[in-house]
């Protein structure tokens, strides 16, 4: 039996995490961070999809379209899939 294991990437390589940052109850800093397979897989997709198409936008829609709505929303920032930011403002002169 042949092991395809070795062709395949880590998932961590492929793909990509987002993270969000708000604040919980009681005024604590909460920090989540969310891989784009599990933003696809929750609540907050299926109530995209829904809106979407009440809204008459179906043809609008595409797992890129949902995942860039939900970065804009909730504020999200790349990351790592620890929530260590890939990206960040620019230093220096």
């Given at each position: 039996m042949e092991n395809n294991n070795q062709s395949q990437t880590p998932e961590s390589e492929t793909?990509?995490?987002?993270?969000?940052?708000?604040?919980?109850?009681?005024?604590?800093h909460v920090q989540e961070t969310w891989s784009e397979k599990q933003i696809l897989a929750s609540a907050w997709y299926r109530n995209?999809?829904?809106?979407?198409?009440?809204?008459?936008?179906?043809?609008?829609?595409?797992?890129?379209?949902a995942l860039d709505d939900w970065k804009v929303v909730h504020w999200a920032q790349q990351t790592d899939q620890w929530g260590t930011p890939l990206i960040g403002p620019k230093t220096g002169n």
């Open positions: 793909q990509r995490y987002w993270t969000i940052v708000f604040p919980g109850e009681c005024g604590q995209w999809i829904m809106m979407m198409v009440q809204a008459d936008k179906a043809h609008l829609m595409s797992d890129e379209a």
